[in-house]
């Protein structure tokens, strides 16, 4: 059969006034190269608010461009006109279910830039509420990608997962899931030691209902065949890109901050960074699901390191000075009197973090003289792997764009900032 | 046709209405921010929100509610308007969150917008972020509103009569903010730093062999971290150089410095590939006149850094030459003001507490 070409009478004009972040020559291509330009979101059945922008020919995605921002809040603008402990909460807000590392990456600036020097116990417990929020992460992004895969069973079991990780944050901190816990040379509060068993009889929950998840999620044949060998990343596209976390890690990279540049005390627990060589969506997706397990093992062992630490020690005393009799146990009152007028010295401190979902970075830039930062900047890792992440759709089937979003766990509130 | 709409609305079938709208509340996938989580929470298997009638669904067209999670941005009240209008007749909306009140933590940003300017609002869940079960709780009252039409408060403060107590000073209670900024500071990124870090020096020296006569200086700012100051014309030399070990860009950054009138750009570089080089940080930064913003782009050797560029450009407003998106909005709204991460943009003051209007 032999092409021809078809004349239709219709006037189809490319679009003028619709605030598309693209070229006009891009629809213009589009427009005669018989290709669709298919707009996906900001509304979509799935989670998380962004815009797609796909050129396709046929049902292959032949390039996708992002249109993010639509939950960008201004982090970095307001931190520059509030104080250094005051940025706590709101650097916690980009991605509230990883409270964890999120403020520990942000604390820990601030620590380097003091030379402060936290107590063996709060490292620990820093430790484990990162791990927490690290599993309670995962989880939540495996219930997102079964909704994108329209798997129901699949979002509610990690969900009621999650439910666990919830109280267990909660009885640490008392909320359940924006705790603000660490902060500049340690954590708020000591933790009992019937709350550290109940941590670490959870894990023991975990472990075995993630069992049963395994088999009605993991392992299931509909699963495997929606996510296996789609959306590939090659080694080398994944170093090129900037992907970071178990993203790049599924690429083959091994890369993990907490082994490359251990913080707290990581390197004196034993653990594993798991990786895979294939780069697609499924083993995007196993390499987390093996980090819970390696999560898992890392609050056990600092469980049991705990038990054998005298309770009372949480807050460093370079921070507390003339209060350390005081709010060495217990910060609260104390709070505005010893953080209010915290001051950084001039320079640049740049903290890497190893955040659930990949390389967290935050940058202070400090004056020496005012108590606000200068500037703070700070990228979180959904908006590092964005363009590993447009490139993994390209050359892919329009059908297979819920299963590749879902794998990378895109969250936008963490990206936009 | 309006007949019988007024018929369905008032006529012998409407109690049967309102009862059916009652039990099938469907909220609209609209996760608007970080807020979404405890949503998910309400209506898994924790909660369970199904009970009550209301699913998730994914089309704006078969839905009557939108569950408004957290802040709306200038970009995202369009969306959540024109999800509103796609919605049809009856459609509610239910607020969860402090940034939907009044603003929350984010109440003076310049990319914030309040939900209640944009769509009619039925009720507002306070909290940061509220807890599953005053989200349910929300739902039930909206499913009262519907029966019986009126919209009301489901937490009662009791009132006391101030009126006979004396303030004791003049003073507000509240402690004015010990926030004290640098009118004219100096910025300084190569403060040097004594560190046990062997490997650095070495680094240092091949360093400084390798890119002779290029730097103005390379300091050891901490350990693992290394800047490399630079002029704006040397740039592209050094990258190309430097881009054969460091494979990946982990930040680019801007500092506006209006009393100095400069920019300060820098890249701050990595690396996967090479082991050694893994936790080490290189900075290289330029300063350039604010009248002037212009850089050369780095994304020929570094694609990594093309979304970081076109962030800041969109933030600060430096033009990076070379990179073909320049020159479009990328994270902002087109109505919002012109890069306002400058210095010169103020937000609005801090504030305590808003006086009630009466």
Sequence with gaps: ?417 | MDDSVDFLNSGIFAPFKKWGTKWSLWPVHLVTACCGVELAHAYASGYDGERLGSLNYGIARQTNLIIVEGAITRKMARVLKITYEQMPEPKFVIVMGACGLKGGLFWNGYHMVRPSDVVPVDFFVPGCPPTPESLLRAIRALQDKIMSGEARSTIEFEKYDLSGIKARSEQPLVPPSPRYCSPTPPIKLDVPRDVDWEFGEKLVEEMKSELKGLYKSITITDKNRIAIHVEKKDVVTIASKLSKKFDHVKNVNVIDIPHEDSFIVEYQLSSYSVKELMPVIVNIFARIPRSDARFPSLTVFWPSADYLEREMYDLFGIWFDGNPAMGERFLLAPDTPEFPLRKDRKLREEQYYEEVKQ
């Design chain 1, 1 to 417: 059969m032999t092409e021809r070409e078809v004349v239709l009478d219709v006037p189809v004009q490319p679009p003028t006034d619709l605030f598309l972040p693209i070229p006009k020559k891009f629809l213009e291509e589009a427009y005669r190269g018989d290709d669709y330009v298919v707009l996906v979101g900001p509304q979509h059945p799935g989670s998380g608010h962004m815009r797609l922008i796909l050129r396709i020919k046929g049902d292959v995605i032949l390039e996708a461009i992002p249109d993010p921002g639509y939950v960008h809040r201004c982090m970095e603008k307001l931190a520059e006109n509030r104080l250094y402990i005051q940025n706590i909460p709101l650097f916690e807000r980009p991605a509230i279910m990883d409270t964890g590392n999120v403020t520990l990456g942000y604390v820990r600036a601030i620590e380097n830039a003091l030379d402060v020097e936290v107590p063996e116990r709060a490292k620990y417990i820093r430790m484990i509420l990162a791990e927490l929020s690290r599993i309670g992460t995962h989880l939540y992004d495996a219930g997102i990608l079964a909704v994108f895969l329209g798997h129901t069973t699949g979002f509610m079991w990690p969900f009621a997962l999650r439910e666990p990780i919830v109280e267990a944050i909660t009885r640490i901190s008392g909320v359940r899931v924006t705790s603000s816990f660490i902060i500049p040379g340690g954590v708020r509060r000591d933790v009992p030691w019937k709350t550290l068993e109940f941590v670490r009889k959870t894990t023991f929950v975990l472990e075995k209902r993630l069992k049963s998840f395994e088999k009605i999620f993991i392992r299931n044949p509909t699963v495997i065949e929606r996510l296996k060998d789609v959306g590939v990343l090659s080694k080398e596209e994944a170093i090129k890109f900037g992907v970071v976390g178990p993203f790049l890690r599924a690429s083959g990279v091994e890369y993990d901050v907490r082994a490359v540049e251990p913080y707290e005390a990581y390197d004196s627990v034993s653990w594993e960074i798991p990786i895979s060589d294939h780069g697609d969506s499924y083993s995007r997706f196993l390499v987390r699901v093996e980090e819970i397990a390696q999560s898992i093992s890392i609050i056990r062992q600092a469980v049991n390191e705990l038990r054998s630490m005298p309770e009372g020690n949480i807050i460093s005393e370079d921070i507390l000075q003339e209060y350390s009799e005081v709010a060495s146990s217990d910060i609260r009152g104390f709070f505005f009197k010893v953080f209010g007028n915290l001051v950084l010295p001039s320079g640049e401190f740049t903290s890497l973090t190893e955040a659930a979902r990949g390389t967290l970075l935050y940058s202070i830039i400090s004056d020496g003289e005012s108590n606000i930062p200068y500037r703070a900047r700070v990228i979180t890792p959904g908006w590092y792997y964005l363009k590993g992440f447009m490139e993994a759709l390209r050359g892919e089937r329009l059908a297979d764009l819920q299963a590749i979003y879902g794998s990378f766990g895109y969250f936008p509130p963490e990206a936009d900032r």
